[in-house]
């Protein structure tokens, strides 16, 4: 089963070239998942130069001039970009026999964000409250995504694997976030609606009725700050129904024409490149990123609310990722299945898996989520992250793939 480490130039330059893809092939995997282009945060990294790093936004190359010089927005460059860290690496892992992979963030990008903010989502208050979300409508945003996409496949890898290609949540909007207003699901939900002027005329050429439905968010999510409880439960299409109204919910469906063209226009390019493109879809880590503990509804099942739908993305893309952020190997197969029932059969299945904190507690944990997401349908087993994890812990994949 073909598998790939997710690992950071950082990781790379710190520790050395030799000394990461020694360990990496010990791990018995076959590729590595390079961020090319990623997102700002603050990480603890057991094993790296600096055990706290803090990453900035932007891209580990020179962008291209030709497909940045006429566009508003190019990705700001990262320390050492300069030095080509992602030419070095495709040549290292070349002589060893192991893929590449491009990882790269799209349209998560705080600092393009605070320096254009009319390219980010405005909810439907008229706030531009989420700056790290650029908004999938956006023409600048966008052509930067395709431009983005294509640049990134330039760097010689095997596959561009697209993270926050497509809407984003309110919840993951910015960095030190805080609210002592308790929203419920549904409501934070609401909040993280765009209603820019871009997705407002897409949702209205579909036939929706885009101004009722930015009312009524801006009148239930504005009774809840005004004191009224909050909605409680999950988020699905009945319940969204009968508390915001049909209109609110086709606005919400009606944004899966902007994330799956959008897709396609990326994809097409990655492929001009010579490259393809693996869309990951963030919705297995909204659920179970912190702890592991995804409520009940399926990934696949919910993944309309970012604006993802999968039945179309799997007549588009060649291969999609499910982050399976969960502790129970069952809970992961299912899925899993669920994903391969709407990509369908011919489609990749990549599963992600992390073999540590805060959802795999043993090696053996992690080997029953292998042998599950296998037996579900899945055709590649990729792990996150290497420099995220201790030594100890990294030392359960070998295990687990050969269980």
Same mark, same amino acid.
Request: glycine share 10%; with cysteine; aromatic share 6%.
């Given at each position: 089963m073909d598998s790939s480490l997710y690992v950071y130039v950082e990781d790379v330059r710190g520790e050395g070239t030799e000394a990461v893809l020694d360990r990496i092939t010990g791990y018995g995997v076959r590729g590595v998942t390079v961020a090319a282009a990623y997102h700002r945060a603050r990480d603890v990294t057991p094993h790296g130069r600096a055990r706290v790093t803090v990453r900035r936004d932007g891209a580990h190359f020179v962008p291209p001039a030709d497909l940045?010089?006429?566009?508003?927005?190019?990705?700001?460059l990262q320390e050492g970009a300069a030095d080509e860290p992602l030419a070095a690496l495709r040549e290292a892992t070349a002589e060893r026999g192991l893929a590449l992979h491009g990882w790269t963030v799209f349209l998560q990008n705080t600092t393009l964000g605070l320096a254009e903010p009319d390219v980010t989502v405005r909810n439907c208050f008229g706030d531009r409250g989420s700056p790290a979300d650029l908004c999938p409508s956006h023409p600048d945003v966008r052509l930067y995504a395709v431009a983005l996409g294509r640049a990134v496949a330039r760097q010689g890898v095997d596959s561009v694997v697209a993270e926050a290609l497509h809407f984003g949540t309110f919840g993951h909007g910015y960095h030190h976030e805080r609210s002592f207003v308790p929203l419920g699901p549904m409501d934070a939900f609401l909040l993280g609606l765009c209603f820019c002027g871009f997705c407002m005329r897409r949702a209205a050429d579909l036939g929706v009725n885009a101004e009722v439905a930015r %009312? %009524?968010?801006?009148?239930?999510?504005? !009774?809840?700050?005004?004191?009224?409880?909050?909605?409680?439960?999950?988020?699905?299409?009945? !319940?969204?129904?009968?508390?915001?109204?049909?209109?609110?919910? #086709?606005?919400a469906r009606a944004r899966s024409e902007?994330? &799956? +063209?959008?897709?396609?226009?990326?994809? &097409?390019?990655?492929? #001009?490149?010579?490259?393809?493109?693996?869309?990951? =879809?963030? &919705?297995?880590?909204?659920?179970?990123? +912190? =702890?592991?503990l995804p409520s009940s509804g399926l990934a696949a099942h919910d993944s309309w609310q970012l604006g993802v739908d999968l039945v179309a993305?799997?007549?588009?893309?060649?291969?999609?990722?499910?982050? !399976?952020? #969960?502790?129970?190997?069952?809970?992961? #197969?299912? =899925?899993?299945? !669920?994903?391969?029932? +709407?990509t369908g059969k011919d489609r990749e299945l990549r599963a992600v898996l992390r073999p540590g904190l805060p959802d795999t507690d043993s090696a053996e944990r992690l080997a029953a989520k292998v042998r599950a997401v296998r037996a579900a349908g899945a055709d590649a087993v990729d792990f996150y992250a290497y420099g995220l994890m201790p030594y100890p812990i990294l030392d359960r994949i070998p295990g687990a793939l050969s269980a």
């Open positions: 940045f010089d006429e566009l508003r927005l190019v990705p700001p %009312e %009524e968010c801006s009148r239930i999510v504005g !009774a809840v700050l005004d004191g009224a409880p909050p909605a409680q439960g999950e988020v699905t299409r009945a !319940a969204l129904t009968a508390y915001a109204g049909p209109e609110v919910v #086709a606005y902007t994330v &799956t +063209s959008l897709v396609s226009d990326v994809s &097409t390019a990655v492929t #001009a490149e010579g490259s393809r493109l693996v869309f990951l =879809d963030a &919705t297995g880590a909204v659920k179970g990123y +912190s =702890d592991g993305l799997g007549d588009l893309v060649p291969s999609l990722g499910v982050l !399976a952020y #969960a502790r129970d190997a069952g809970r992961v #197969a299912e =899925d899993v299945v !669920a994903y391969r029932r +709407s």
